[in-house]
């Protein structure tokens, strides 16, 4: 609901801070007041064109604040995909400059022009110069009349809801069927392909872990024969001219054995050699180098080989060779198993796609019913608003299955006998549209998503009991959704919820549009001027007071 509007330096209003309420707002003045400003300036906020012109002359820039208090889940998920943080208020700012640039701003969030309108039209719905109703555009009739029937029948909302569940359960289905039949396709040239490396993959059956463990031990082979070339050098050391050292030490030793002389003074030097034999004795056993098993280390490394081999192959790590054999085995069992598969897929697709047919057909005899009961309800308020001649029809034609259904809704009105039927924005112009507008948005509620709507030269051309007319089923609209109107009728003003005046004022070289709102004596004075014109008679007073409903 549109609760603020603030206008500074728009053409002829210097300041003006509006507050709006609930229901009926009407906007009275006398012709050329400056009412057509008023509707500029919020068409500014809301994202219309910007004109230079507009910018209040000898000033630089002009600037129009609208405040909102409220906001759709529609128009919340808009605010959420462009940054805008909501806290229940929408403030939408929009300033123009003499130059003819313009900014906009919608919660102090910098925005485009572009992201503006798209916010302002989920907010209001203008029937005017500016307008830009929705029920203008054909792809919102569907779900107009969606709204419509679930509102008359209990079991709409359930049947929209199968029709989506359904389809979206056909349409899963028909994609994995698809995405099977590519696959097939492009397995079924691979097969020969795929038996091979499965065949060779199974057979070379490569554990986790196992290539680290085999160059481990491949490493640890290599570094021990190297070592057993080492240990034979030292050995060789060891035994000069292949000499043994410790037996010629121990030969050494037994010669000293033989001194005379007792106690030997040598038995020191025997006891020390005959050591010195034991341990050299010692070393050389335990240097001796062990035989490797040349024939292992082959079948290692023949391994080894083969797994780095197979996995430079298929462009994975050798720990990933088993993962590849079980993908390549799921699609060769796919091949080999693809009849089922495929049959299976194919009752599903076709099953899902019934059950859809089915609610889809079903949701459209409940279009058809909702847009004969649309017709009749909309038929049934054109007479008393000068549209008696018109006429009214919902087409329904096939389209494109979608979560939708299969329907195709267009609003067809012709507005005189012999004359055929037309999308509504081509076959109305000026008041006849306004009022049609309005008929519909009566029956509809509010089907099409604004809060407000905003209602300008309705009463065109209309007077009288047609002019009553209008102004009851505005009265009825802004029960269920906030509702602007300004009117030169005298009969839709007596409905207002809240009056507004717009007046000019001129003083020395300047002249300003002022708005206020009037009440008690003030209103039921300009409904007696909207009556009688410049004079005010005690007739259009005592008129006024009747008009005066709530």
Known sequence: MLTGLTISNIVLIEKLNLEFGAGLNILTGETGAGKSILMDALALALGARSDAGLVRHGCTNASVIAEFDNASPKLQSLLVENGIEYDGTLILRRTLSSDGKSRAWVNDTPVSIKTLKQIGDELVEIHGQFANHTLLNPSSHRDALDVFGAAYNPEYSSLLCRVRETYNAYHAAQYRLN???KMLEKSANERDFLEHNVNELRSLNVLVGEEDELAEKRT???????????????IAALNPRGE???ENIYTAANILLRIKTDPNPYAEQIDALYS????????????????????????????????????????????????????????LNAIENSDVELKKLT???????????????????????AGEQLRTKILAELPDLKLGNA???????????????CDDIVFMIKTNPGMPFAPLHRAASGGELARLMLAMRVVLANGGGAHTFVFDEIDTGISGATASAVGQRLNRLARSSQTLVITHSAQVAGFADKHFK??????????????????????????????SGAEITPESLATARTLIKH
């Open 502 to 531: 717009i007046a000019k004022y001129s003083s020395n070289s300047t002249t300003t549009t002022t708005v206020s709102e009037i009440i008690g004596d003030d209103r039921i004075n300009e409904i007696a001027r909207i009556i």
């Open 179 to 181: 995405e099977l039949q």
């Open 347 to 369: 009752a599903e697709m076709i099953e899902t796609e019934k059950e859809f047919q089915s609610a889809a057909t079903e949701l459209t005899g409940a279009r058809i019913s």
């Open 391 to 405: 006429d009214f029809m919902v087409a329904r034609t096939d389209t494109a299955a979608s979560a939708n259904g």
């Open 220 to 234: 640890n082979m290599m570094n021990a024969e190297k070592d057993s070339a080492i240990l034979s050098d030292a």
């Open 276 to 331: 010195a034999a034991q341990i050299l004795s010692d070393a050389e056993e335990k240097l001796s180098p062990t035989e490797i098993d040349t024939i292992s280390l082959d079948e290692i490394e023949e391994r080894l080989f083969a797994i780095r081999a197979a996995a430079r192959k298929h462009r994975v790590p050798a720990d990933e060779l088993p993962k590849k054999l079980e993908q390549m085995t799921e699609q």
């Open 244 to 246: 043994s050292v410790y």
